[in-house]
């Protein structure tokens, strides 16, 4: 079980992918996640590039306060992502709700509904700001990495996932 | 600069003559109506927009007026003039009749007063409900100046107003 | 594609609920998010509404710099529509370029307002910040190096005959149908009709420099592409006009706390089209009714027309050329017709996927989703 977790540690870290799902924002953070894909800041020559499929990311990275109607949508998105997986919640308004936060289709941050791994405020938040987020994440704090690597259940039959 | 405006309300308190008074031109390209009961608003709808050529819908904005739900039509016509006539039915009977085969611009306006305000528009056509989410609960009417979203749980979508609130009601 | 119901909503976050019960000054920074990309256009508009309710006459600098951002902002929503475009086409070389070409534009509106998006230039009675030498050159020399590169694209897009034959014909609307359901914006003009809100209402520098509308009148997305790099260059004109003969003045002007009872109705011409604000008060510093039209949302109602018999290849591309701000972009539910109409969600489309692998001999149901 060591070497399997030490070879999933050595292979999470570098090229993630991400996948981003907008949970009921202003589109601001958005397009500035969209940026960072752009020739200025080109998330890609670092590996990362994004996906369409929450199946095939290890990232989740999503906006806005969640509404009603998107929090459904965001736990299944999130359930369909295979471990490890990470979530980034991008903007003040996924962090906590933001200038929304009361609205009676607002249910608030994305913490009210899945786990977040790393919280980046800002209205809106820079791609500078993205681009280091992942970094930290997944070079910075050990404990981020190894808490989602823990999650793993590598024991018993697999469960169809 | 305001003879099209005033010619507009001119022709139409000439044609209609329970508008008198009711209707003027506020300023440049806005002609504002007071409130109209459902009938007299109906009675003029078709001439407006066959006669006047208003055919443009833009929005119906949806007001709380107490014991009344007001609507206002935002038309207008080729010279870009707004037309903005208010109809104004009770809260407890809000019947109105649907324009949205004169005006399809204005359906989705119309099904968002049906879920804002709970306006009951007649003739309007099957189809998604907009813009709350699904399993938002029967007879809240977020719009309403009565509905309060501190008293509404967002998790088990229940609408709890405190006890005195609802012997005021 | 034989027909489309949209399914809207998934954004929908109540704020106007909310503005009722938040002080006009709270109600200008939710307004300002109503949407990211055209952020500055919505706080225009209910400023002036506000400054209408009030009988406040705004300063002519500050209305100049208004129009400064507002053209900037059209440049960069433009650039970033033309770029989704090409991707959804599947040109992404062009996406890339514009996108790199829009962080230029970006630059100048975080040197203005301290911030890539929502920049907060505007308040009641005008606006916080100023122009000075530096930034009127900055603004002068990004502007010359952007008007190379749109001639580029407009000569792209007049001469490519794979952007043409991918375009022309797709999505179309045609001039009594725009009229009809309401369209606004680049998907209006593009079926003819000249209305564009900073020539029938104009304010500030609109007034003394009079716009040239573009039109076109294929009624297509070929049309609206065009319709969209000829703005930008207007926009680009405007600025240098702006720039070179800014006013003097104040730029605020004294609002009063508590707004006089009124109703206004404010239209602005944002990137996406006619945008409108109806702003109701009563005498108080907090608002009876707040009503914001955005132009995406009386462009939708055309969608189903534009979708009608064209290829389901085209759909993306159909869907993109109303640009669609995402805050109200969402599924649209497909009816299939072969001897009856179904109308599916996804809920019953996963269920017919089990019923036919069942058929097959494979039991997917247990399948976590």
Known sequence: ?161 | ?169 | MINAIIGIGYNHRGLEKACESRNYIQDLYIIERVCGICSHIHSTAFCMSIETLTGVTVSKRAEYIRVVVAELERLHSHLLWLGIAFHEIGFDTMFMYTWRNREKVLNLLATIGGNRVNYGVNTFGGVRRDFDETINAEILSTVDLLEEEIKSYLHLALTESTLAVRLVGVGKLSHEDAIKFGAVGPVARAAGIAEDMRVIEPFGAYKDFPLHVATDQGADVYGKTVVRILEMQESLRMIRLCIKNLPDGPLTVRVPRRVPAGEVLTRVEAPRGENIHYVRSNGTDMPDRVRVRAPSQANWHGMQHMLQGGNLADVPITIAAIDPCYSCTDRAIIIHSENETKLTDWRKLRQYSIDWYKKQGVDCSTLKL
Request: glycine letters at 8%; aromatic letters at 8%.
């Open chain 1, 1 to 161: 079980m060591d070497f399997i977790q030490k070879a999933i540690q050595w292979g999470t870290g570098k090229s993630p992918w991400i996948i981003h799902f907008n949970a009921g924002a202003c589109n601001g953070c958005d397009i500035e996640t969209i940026d960072a894909l752009t020739p200025r800041y080109d998330l890609e020559r670092i590996g990362i590039t994004k996906q369409g499929s929450p199946r095939h990311a290890d990232v989740l990275v999503c906006t806005g306060a969640v509404t009603l109607q998107t929090k459904e949508r965001l736990i299944q998105i999130y359930d369909q992502m295979s471990e490890p997986k990470f979530v980034i919640a991008i903007g003040t308004c996924a962090c906590t709700g933001g200038v929304f936060d009361g609205c009676y289709s607002v249910i608030g941050g994305m913490d009210s509904v899945i786990p977040v791994d790393m919280y980046l405020p800002g209205c809106s938040v820079r791609p500078e700001t993205i681009l280091n987020a992942i970094d930290k994440l997944l070079h910075g704090s050990a404990d981020v990495k190894n808490a989602a690597i823990n999650k793993i259940d590598l024991g018993g039959a697999h469960d169809g996932e």
């Open chain 2, 1 to 169: 600069m305001m003879e099209s405006e005033e010619k507009i309300v001119q022709i139409l308190c000439e044609r209609f003559p329970f508008l008198q008074g009711r209707i003027a031109a506020r300023k440049a390209k806005r002609i504002f109506s007071d409130a109209l009961s459902k009938d007299e608003f109906m009675q003029i709808v078709a001439f407006i927009h066959d006669e006047l050529n208003f055919r443009r819908g833009h929005l119906v904005v949806g007001t709380d007026e107490g014991d009344n739900l007001g609507l206002l039509y935002v038309l207008s016509n080729p010279e870009f003039i707004l037309l903005n006539l208010r109809e104004s039915v009770p809260k407890a009977n809000p019947v109105v009749t649907t324009l949205s085969d004169l005006y399809p611009s204005l359906m989705m306006h119309e099904r968002e007063l049906v879920s804002l305000f709970g306006v009951i528009v007649e003739g309007l056509p099957k189809g998604i409900s907009y813009p709350l989410p699904d399993g938002w609960p029967e007879g809240n009417y977020p719009m309403r100046k009565e509905w309060n979203p501190d008293y509404f749980n967002r998790n088990t979508l229940a609408y709890d107003p405190p006890q005195e609130k609802e012997e005021q009601k």
